[in-house]
């Protein structure tokens, strides 16, 4: 199975402004999921999209699929302090099985 | 549904002891996973279960885990002997089919002496 890396490690912002964090794999994927983890906690669902989709959204979520350059980015518009959190992506590929990356983490100041 | 119930939340114990963390997946899930995060490897995958039948344990770092599925509402993962370098946070997740959406459960934080 293939490991998706994000990009940047750490992202530190401040309330008002986009997030943007990144997702690259090497192989063709079924499809690709953006998970949230508060600290301390477990990972929660954002979004999955489809590789015959290219963008998707969710309130102030915004994932694009990019398969020919084989990478995902999600956005977060006019992020809040409490969207401070790790971001991992997570592939599907041949097994199905989703493989999740290091995380990208977050820190929104207020 | 409660969503995925992992115990207990906080285990302490000290090293060569047995340790077994319980997972109930969401009714209706017939894929479980069973995972270990730590700052130095980040979230790995352990072993998954479909339908109760083991899939892919590759990810079981020695003999001393183990992990079993007796139906379809309960998974154990067991450590014996447990050492310091287990520790970690251990997380259950669920989900319907093998490519959607996991089900996370709130973790199992380990601290072996």
């Known amino acids: 199975s293939q490991q998706g890396e994000e990009d940047p490690q750490a992202l530190s912002i401040q309330e008002g402004e986009n997030a943007t964090m990144n997702c690259s794999y090497k192989t063709s994927i079924n499809n690709l999921q953006w998970y949230r983890q508060n600290s301390g906690r477990g990972l929660v669902h954002l979004i999955l999209?489809?590789?015959?989709?290219r963008e998707k959204h969710s309130g102030r979520l915004r994932v694009t699929l990019d398969t020919s350059k084989k990478s995902s980015s999600l956005l977060i518009t006019a992020s809040r302090a409490a969207d401070t959190a790790s971001y991992f992506c997570a592939v599907s590929g041949g097994s199905y099985i989703p493989t999740f990356g290091r995380g990208t983490s977050l820190i929104v100041h207020p | 549904d409660a969503g995925v119930i992992q115990s207990p939340r906080h285990e302490v114990t000290e090293m060569g002891q047995e340790v077994t963390l319980r997972c109930k997946p969401i009714?209706?899930?017939?894929?479980l996973f069973w995972y270990r995060q730590t700052m130095m490897r980040g979230l790995e995958l352990l072993i998954y279960f479909n339908n109760n039948v083991p899939i892919d344990d590759s990810g079981m770092p020695e003999d001393r885990f183990s992990a079993k599925m007796p139906n379809a509402s309960f998974s154990t993962l067991k450590i014996q002997p447990s050492e310091p370098r287990d520790s970690a946070v251990y997380f259950c997740?669920?989900?319907?089919?093998?490519?959607?959406?996991?089900?996370f459960g709130p973790g199992t934080r380990l601290l072996v002496l």
């Open positions: 999209i489809r590789s015959n989709e």
């Open positions: 997740a669920s989900s319907l089919g093998d490519g959607e959406t996991q089900y």
């Open positions: 009714s209706g899930h017939d894929y």
